[in-house]
Structure formats: structure tokens, C-alpha cells
């Protein structure tokens, strides 16, 4: 055993297993115990390579249970290898967790990079690179994930999410509806055989993944930043304007904001504070 304990973050490969470092693979080899999200994805990985390390499970149904065990082993002394199913622990993963606990015990943490989705797609998409945000899985609630598109509305930057593949149609259908008129990028299998990057404009991207039967692998998904019309102020007295005759037509107010929105190109956040301004 180590005489100095410490936490290892090994960035793995996203799906095409000779992705990873000679760093990773070293440190895999010379750890004490690989902590893995998933035991059978990771023994794929060390037997491909030859590599015998005791590995234990670490998920996120296990890590709250097992960090203060894992905790004092660390600090007795001991190298634990922290690995995820694909790319770098702790993002968008319960990794994040043991990382934390090991900060705030005064445990070295120490990440060797590797492969990376957001990376890889981001590039493969063709969109601005630039500036890009990463906003992880949305919620699956209608309600939560709309307010969460509408405060990213007028971010000036590429949109990066991840989605599982039966999700995927529902996710860029809202999408399409929170940021109209922009260009976007649905990636998955990414560094695998079937490997694929659909590149379309964000309504149309939402119905040609509609009509697939099924999507099959970790999936990406990309939306541009808006265009110039759209971060432009909104000139408010024509919004109101809009926003009243819709009413007078009887349409309810948060149905007419929704409408606008769409139709301008707006955020709805904002079409909704003009709405409501006295």
C-alpha cells in the first residue's frame, strides 16, 4: 500500500476503448482498488489491457454509503483509481460526490484527463465553439425543463446536454419549441462503430428524430447560440401589442406569450415580463 494516500479521477473511454492514456492505464495498474460506476463495463476496460486491480462498485446508489469507509481508507494510506462508465467522473456523475468528501478531508485529489463527450461533440457538431455551456441532463418535468431553456435563451453560446436515447425525441421537441430558429446537432455513438451526427436546423432536427423507431447509445445534443435578430432588446410596446390582441381574441395571457415567443424568436422569460408589466 501507498505510504500516501490519495484519489485518482481516470478519465476512460466514451466508447472506443483504445481512447485512454497511457497516464490512466498506469494508474489503474498501480492503485490499490479501482472505485467503478459500473464493475462490468470497467473489467472490459482492465481486461482488454491486462490490468488486475481489485475493483468495487461505486454508483450513485452506493457512493453516499461507501465515501466515509472510503474516506479513511484514503487517509490510512491507500491509492483508489475513481473511474465512471465513459469519460470523466464527476460530471454529470455520482463521482462528484467522493471527490468533494476527499476535498474537504484534506485527501489529494488528483484527475488525469482523457476522452470527453461534450468535447467530441461539441467539435463534430459544427457549431460555434467559442463559447459553449454545458447544462448536463434537463429535467424531465415539462414545466422545470422549460423554465431552464427560458433562463438560456439569450445565452451567446452553444447549448450542450446530455440525454438518454428513449428521451431524445421529447427533448428536442422542446427544444425546438423553447429556442426556434436556430441550428443545431443531435450526436451519439460517439468514437463507436455506428458513430453518428445529425446536423439540422433545430425544428427540423426535432422531426427527423420523431420519425426514427429508436435511438441507440449515449446521446449529445447540441443547439447554437442565438441568432443576431434574437439578442437584440425586444421592443416591448410591439409585444404588448401583440400580446393584447391575442387576448382580445380570447386567448388566454400565457397562451399568448407562448405564441409570441415562438413567432418572434424570443425568449419566453422575457415575453412573459413584458406581458405582465404594468
Do not use: W
Not at 484519489?7 to 472506443?16: E, K, S, Y
Not at 485512454?20 to 498501480?30: G, K, P, S, Y
Not at 424568436?265 to 422575457?270: Q, V
Request: proline share 5%; hydrophobic share 45%; with cysteine.
Amino acid at each position: 500500500m501507498s505510504s500516501s494516500g490519495r484519489l485518482i479521477v481516470c478519465a476512460t473511454p466514451i466508447g472506443n476503448l483504445g481512447d485512454v492514456t497511457l497516464r490512466v492505464l498506469d494508474a489503474l495498474r498501480d492503485a490499490d482498488t479501482v472505485a467503478a460506476e459500473d464493475t462490468r463495463v470497467t473489467r472490459k476496460l482492465l481486461a482488454r489491457y491486462e490490468i488486475d486491480t481489485r475493483l468495487e462498485r461505486c454508483d450513485e446508489h452506493t457512493v453516499a454509503r461507501q465515501t466515509p469507509a472510503l474516506i479513511g481508507r484514503l487517509l490510512g494510506g491507500e491509492v483508489i483509481a475513481l473511474v465512471s462508465d465513459a469519460g470523466t467522473p464527476g460530471v454529470s456523475d455520482p463521482g462528484s460526490r467522493l471527490v468533494d468528501a476527499c476535498i474537504d478531508a484534506g485527501v489529494t485529489v488528483d484527475v488525469f484527463p482523457g476522452a470527453s463527450a461534450i468535447l467530441t461533440a461539441l467539435v463534430a457538431s459544427g457549431l460555434p465553439t467559442n463559447a459553449f455551456y454545458f447544462g448536463g441532463f434537463l429535467p424531465r418535468k415539462a414545466g422545470e425543463r422549460r423554465r431552464a431553456l427560458d433562463a438560456l435563451a439569450s445565452l451567446d453560446a452553444t447549448l450542450v446536454f446530455y440525454e438518454s436515447p428513449h428521451r431524445s425525441a421529447v427533448t428536442l421537441a422542446a427544444l425546438a419549441e423553447a429556442l426556434p430558429g436556430r441550428d443545431a446537432a443531435m450526436a451519439r455513438e460517439l468514437t463507436k462503430m455506428h458513430e453518428e451526427v445529425v446536423r439540422e436546423p433545430i425544428e427540423q432536427l426535432a422531426v427527423t428524430i420523431a420519425a426514427r423507431e429508436s435511438l441507440k447509445g449515449e446521446v449529445v445534443l447540441l443547439v447554437g447560440p442565438p441568432p443576431a435578430l434574437v439578442r437584440q432588446p425586444a421592443d416591448a410596446a410591439d409585444v404588448r401589442a401583440h400580446v393584447d390582441a391575442l387576448i382580445a381574441e380570447g386567448v388566454s395571457k400565457s397562451e399568448a406569450v407562448k405564441r409570441i415567443a415562438r413567432d418572434l424568436g424570443l425568449p419566453r422569460s422575457e415575453v412573459y415580463e413584458i406581458a405582465h408589466r404594468v
